[in-house]
Nanobody, 118 residues
Framework: QVQLVESGGGLVQPGGSLRLSCAIS???????????VGWFRQAPGKERELVAC???????NYADSVKGRFTISRDNAKNTVYLQMNSLNPEDTAVYYC?????????WGKGTLVTVSS
């Protein structure tokens, strides 16, 4: 059973930074073969939206709202995907979810809450 476990959320002041982690419980070969891995977020009363992703070919994509502030990366040795978030503002407040597609099956984590407030 593939599991995605997010961590690193919390309360941060505007202008601050957080790093989210997504640990994916698969063997290394499956992690390396991921067709897609990304971070989504859902703010209260809004639809879930894609924040950043890495395609199977290694292309990085970002939502316009986070370009230049957020960075997605992966550590193949740790089977972990990260989202470095800088210059956070209150509009970034949301539950952040990790998503991965492995051998045509899609998996979601349970999410981690990020609150940006003074």
């Amino acid at each position: 059973q593939v599991q995605l476990v997010e961590s690193g959320g919390g309360l941060v002041q505007p202008g601050g930074s957080l790093r989210l982690s997504c640990a994916i419980s698969v063997c290394s070969s499956s992690f390396n073969a991921m067709e897609f891995v990304g971070w989504f977020r859902q703010a209260p009363g809004k639809e879930r939206e894609l924040v950043a992703c890495i395609t199977g070919g290694g292309t990085l994509n970002y939502a316009d709202s986070v370009k230049g502030r957020f960075t997605i990366s992966r550590d193949n040795a740790k089977n972990t995907v990260y989202l470095q978030m800088n210059s956070l503002n209150p509009e970034d407040t949301a539950v952040y979810y990790c998503n991965a597609r492995i051998y045509s099956a899609t998996y979601w984590g349970k999410g981690t809450l990020v609150t940006v407030s003074s």
